[in-house]
């Protein structure tokens, strides 16, 4: 029981420092991500944190299992380097009551996953979905900062305010800045024919009976003419109206990654189908990495702990991307729906067992070899 609380605590200890990592870098990126759109007005800052803990679950369910992977290859590999497995092995430790105790934390973070996977994950995705859509719902005057260039329309549009009413109703100090376009010829890409500034005093916007939404602007001029050349016309107007196109928020997430596990079971639809098996296969990836990671740790020290962690690494990988590239040729219908990712888990796990009893099968010859050389002596 003490060796199994040892054996358990560094690989959870392990695995909680590698996931830990895993996920800031993770989040860091997507954040990074999210923040650039919440710098051109297309996200409300105030939505990015909410954002971020919504899609935390869904980053989890992948990071757990390649951090148990990991806690696992490190861990093991440390006791192997400082011979400690050698003296558990002494005191009767076999492989199959290591790999035994490795089950143990495997099982806790196969329940975690699941509960990701099947709750949280889609809870979480549809959640993100909302805040998208009502960001997407927004318009270009919604998403104004007082203070700030503001890049709109794909950056070919930039708006900034001096001020800006608590009701989001007025404006002072107007400018606007728009590039114009060529009508576009099929197969070629639309060229730039000039740019028009706009700058005003005040503005207001006005909602129209069909919801288009107008930026009136009062007292002000409008520049229009190309870059380098000077001939530049100037307009002076006392209310011009412009209209506020709606920001395009990319959420790069599935609509069947939102729909509930419950909704998915029994459901006839391929795509379906298709989710539930991955949503199913995320916990069961758990048990048989972990079958895989046992072997692998096994280290001499005399070569270093991680003289197997690329390989080990490329393994899990290559096991990921399978699953990955098998769910999209399920999605496509080229796959069975009875054989669905079933292989690609039956595949890993034959592996699995082949390295599992690779190593006892090893040292039995080597021991044959040695009493057939000793008996020839």
């Known amino acids: 029981m003490i060796v199994f609380r040892y054996l358990s ?12 990592v895993l996920l800031v870098i993770i989040m860091s990126g997507r954040f990074i991500k999210y923040l650039a759109q919440a710098a051109q007005g297309v996200l409300d800052p105030s939505v990015l944190f909410l954002i971020m803990g919504y899609r935390m ?25 400082d011979s400690e497995m050698t003296v558990l092995s002494a005191t009767g430790m076999s492989n199959r009551r ?21 709750g949280l994950a889609p809870q979480g995705v549809a959640e993100v979905a909302k805040i998208f859509n009502q960001q997407d719902a927004m318009t270009e005057f919604d998403t ?25 109703g007025q404006l002072a100090g107007v400018f606007i800045s728009e590039k114009r376009m060529q009508r576009q010829v099929e197969g070629e890409k639309p060229k730039q024919s000039g740019i028009t500034v706009l700058v005003a005093e005040k503005g207001r916007q006005v909602i129209q009976a069909d919801g288009s939404r107008y930026l009136i602007l009062e007292n002000g001029y409008r520049y229009d003419g190309n870059p380098g050349q000077a001939d530049y016309r100037a307009t ?34 391929p795509r379906y189908q298709a989710e539930l098996q991955w949503r199913l296969s ?10 895989l990671a046992v072997p692998l740790a096994r280290v001499n020290p005399r070569q270093g702990r991680f003289l197997k962690l690329l390989p080990a690494i490329l393994l899990y990988m290559a096991y990921l991307a399978l699953l990955i590239g098998a769910r999209g040729q399920l999605d496509k219908g080229k796959i069975p729906m009875e054989l669905g990712l079933w292989w690609v888990h039956a595949l ?4 699995g067992a082949a390295l599992f009893l690779w190593q006892p099968m090893k040292l039995k010859l080597a021991s044959r070899r040695a009493v057939k050389e000793m008996a020839h002596a």
């Open 348 to 351: 890993f796990l034959l592996i």
């Open 236 to 269: 002076q107007y006392e209310t011009h109206g412009v209209l506020l196109p709606k920001p395009s928020v990319s959420a790069e997430i599935g609509e069947r990654e939102a729909v509930p596990t419950r909704e998915l079971i029994g459901s006839d639809e």
């Open 98 to 118: 290591l790999l035994g105790y490795s089950m143990a934390p495997a099982a806790i973070v196969a329940v975690i996953v699941a509960w990701l996977s099947l």
């Open 57 to 81: 679950p869904g980053f989890l369910q992948l990071i757990l299992p390649l951090g148990l992977f990991l806690g696992i290859l490190l861990a093991y590999g440390r006791l192997y380097l």
């Open 9 to 20: 605590r560094e690989v959870l200890v392990t695995l909680s420092a590698v996931s830990a």
């Open 282 to 291: 995320i916990p069961l990836l758990v048990f048989i990495v972990t079958l």
């Open 144 to 168: 104004l900062v007082p203070g700030r260039f503001q890049a709109m329309k794909d950056g070919s549009r930039v708006t900034y305010t001096e001020g800006l009413s608590d009701d989001r």
